[in-house]
């Protein structure tokens, strides 16, 4: 796929693990890719600003949180749900760093591990941390809830839903009707212009659902496709 919206860049401050909470079972994603695929969803879009971003696969909140700090002068508010009551946690604590206060608090943790142990990563990050600090022009407004996707969800209205389907051990969505029952709660809380980019295995196919595809994009062993309502 060509870069269209992420020139090629140093993206270390987005590092899972050194601003950003990492952990076990946390997925995260290429900085440059997931804010290219992010510029293409807002490329089909009118409203370019006050926008409203949702993940209903987001994991630790890594994704949403990167995509909130390169643009958070024009996302108004996030919203982010899983299944798993305890990457929503992490998706709290990723998502509150998209604040001066979330990221003083993450950055005094930060000195304290210095402090304790003198380590260079510790300091990298540090600095990380104010880099991170001076890109903060505005805060957004952000919920984080417990939700099976494939379920009934809260009519929130996104202008762009942004997700990466869990797969292979991750999940029991091996079949086609779990992705499909997610693109139709996904399409009963949409307005009529959403846009959903969406990442998943070859093998799972969006094939009969009522979202229009715009792009469809190979990307090693998974697949892109941004549809629209």
């Known amino acids: 796929m060509e870069y269209l919206y992420c020139p090629n860049d140093n993206f270390e401050d987005y590092s899972s693990g050194r601003v950003l909470y990492g952990g076990k079972g946390i997925p995260n994603f290429p900085v440059r890719l997931l804010n290219e695929i992010y510029g293409r969803a807002k490329s089909y879009l009118e409203k370019k600003e006050n926008l409203i971003l949702y993940d209903p696969c987001c994991g630790g909140g890594y994704a949403l949180t990167?995509?909130?700090?390169?643009?958070?002068?024009?996302?108004?508010?996030?919203?982010?749900?899983?299944?798993?009551?305890s990457m929503v946690e992490y998706a709290k604590r990723n998502l509150g760093l998209l604040s001066h206060s979330g990221l003083t608090k993450r950055r005094q943790e930060i000195k304290r591990?210095?402090?304790?142990?003198?380590k260079q990563s510790h300091l990298d990050a540090l600095r990380s941390c104010d880099n991170l600090y001076d890109?903060?022009?505005?805060?957004?407004?952000?919920?984080?809830?417990?939700?099976?996707c494939a379920k009934a969800l809260s009519n929130i209205g996104p202008d762009?839903?942004?997700?990466?389907?869990?797969?292979?051990?991750?999940?029991?969505?091996?079949?086609?009707?779990?992705?499909?029952?997610?693109?139709?709660?996904?399409?009963e809380i949409s307005h009529a212009n959403t846009i959903l980019a969406v990442c998943m295995d070859k093998?799972?196919?969006?094939?009969?659902?009522?979202?229009?595809?715009?792009?469809r994009h190979n990307l090693g062993k998974r697949r892109l496709e941004i549809l629209q309502k």
Not at 66 to 85: E, H, K, P, Q
Not at 135 to 145: A, G, L, M, Q, S
């Open 203 to 215: 093998s799972q196919k969006v094939g009969g659902s009522r979202w229009i595809r715009m792009e």
């Open 66 to 85: 990167v995509l909130g700090m390169f643009d958070n002068v024009n996302i108004d508010r996030i919203y982010a749900s899983d299944v798993d009551g």
């Open 113 to 118: 591990l210095y402090e304790m142990y003198g």
């Open 160 to 187: 762009i839903i942004i997700t990466d389907v869990p797969y292979g051990n991750l999940t029991d969505w091996t079949e086609e009707t779990g992705l499909s029952a997610m693109l139709e709660r996904l399409w």
């Open 135 to 148: 890109n903060i022009k505005r805060e957004i407004t952000v919920e984080v809830f417990r939700a099976d």
